[in-house]
């Protein structure tokens, strides 16, 4: 959501005439999810009709679009999304529900309050933008208790400037801060607009008077893409960097690096017993060279990763990648080598397995894998150990036993190319057997809480420095499963994001 955003500005205005702002603010958070897509065509908005009914008032050359059929189901998934974000954040959906009202003035994940100010729970949303800043559209089942809403908060003060605009009042106020909001009740659909002050009503007639045509080859690929999925959208990935990024300086150069991903297309999906979320860049043409510069793991690695309770894997070569991203590292910050720490490591990719953890003997089985462009900065760690080494053949691979007596027994690989460490009886031989498989994802993580008991969990995020290790791990063990993946399909390169609740 772009709404927090303007947190500073809600907070510079009293009350009483930031009343309206807010509850405008709580309406379209509410709409930001969506579930189900079920909506009606033009007139209507309720469950059982078109899908993404409110997409219809997208205008000609929108920069992103998120589309969702329900307020209701919106709720749902908003509230899931808060949840299953804050597992990583460190805050619950609870702690959320109790701050939101206090900046929105109205809890948004509430149907009453909503259905209160006339919004049509089971009706359709939309988000979109000509650049940056969003336009949401709203069904409402109720318009006239939104107008009755209205005219409590102007007896108590709100200042707005109205205009007529296509036949429609358009109503605009201040929220502090350089920030401006509008806002039009068009007989069932509300339009509200975030912008800057002094904002012309160009926002409203473009959409008011939208032009599908030029979009809808986008929208049906996004779709396409996103299958039966709660929430579809897009962005179109240059316009939208450009609006960013083109007037900072430097940004320039990082626009014509991004230039590359044509479009964005993405969908949210939450049921209640799972969440799913996709996001597809379609690199047209640069495809074969993004695969070129994926380095493929030890042949026997996947298989070995796909029974493990905890697997992490990257493996786009990190100096392809740096190279490419340093024009835009650049706008963030004047440092003359923004990547000289990965640098020295000296890592090109890097991956990790664990298959058991025993905290009382601080034991486990599991490996790690690295492709290096320099073995320097291991060299130090080889030569210790290579002190209690035995030399070992592993599959195709030169390598090493090291039985070191009271501390620990591992086999390794290494040389200036590659690194390959592994503990427990057979791993690394499972780990070099095989044939590699196919085009590697670009990155993988998997996590299966009932792999290992909680208190083994807990003591390895605590040798992380994860923060309030034993306070994560009661809340993914609430999922049977955890996933996140990035992988090539055809021309596209396809993020998904999927966990299953118990």
Known sequence: MVLPNYRPALRKVAWHDAGMHKW????????CGGHAPRAAGPGGGGEGGEPFAAARFVPANPTYVVAAATVRDGQRAFHDLLDDLGMVGGFTAAEAERELPQILGVDP????????????????????????????????????????????????????????????????????????????????WLFVHFGEKGMGPEWFEHSHKAARAAWHGVWDWAKAHGGKAAVVGFARAKDLVASTLGRVQGGIACVKQLEVIDRVGFSFDVDGSKVGA???????????????????????????AAKAPLQAQWNLDVNAMTAWLEPCMRVATSDPDPFANVKQLGLRSARAIVLAVDPSDKSGAGAVAMDLSSGAFLQGYVDKASH???????????????SIPFVAKLDYVFDDKLAIAAMGDGVMDRIAAGASGGTPPM?????????????AWVWLLDQIDAPSPKQLVDRFSAWAELHATAALDGSSLVVEVAGVHR
């Not at 405008?24 to 709409?31: D, K």
């Not at 993988?444 to 792999?451: K, R």
């Open 24 to 31: 405008l603010c709580a309406l379209v958070i509410a709409g």
């Open 109 to 188: 994940l509430s149907e009453g309050a909503m259905t209160n100010i006339g919004v049509d729970v089971g009706g359709g949303m939309a988000m979109f933008s000509e650049d940056v800043t969003p336009t949401f559209v709203v069904h409402m089942t109720a318009p006239e208790a939104f107008t009755a809403f209205l005219d409590q908060q102007r007896q108590k003060g709100l200042a707005t400037v109205s205009q007529v605009v296509d036949g429609v009042e358009l109503n605009t106020s201040k929220l502090g801060g350089g920030v401006a909001i509008g806002w039009a009740l068009d007989h069932d």
């Open 278 to 304: 996709r996001l597809t860049f379609d690199l047209g043409a640069a495809a074969p060279a993004f695969a070129s510069h994926l380095l493929p793991p030890p042949p026997g690695w996947q298989g070995v």
């Open 388 to 402: 209690f080494a035995n030399d070992k053949t592993f599959g195709p691979y030169r390598g090493h036993h090291v």
């Open 443 to 455: 990155f993988s993580v998997s996590v299966v809480p009932d792999g290992m008991p909680k208190d």
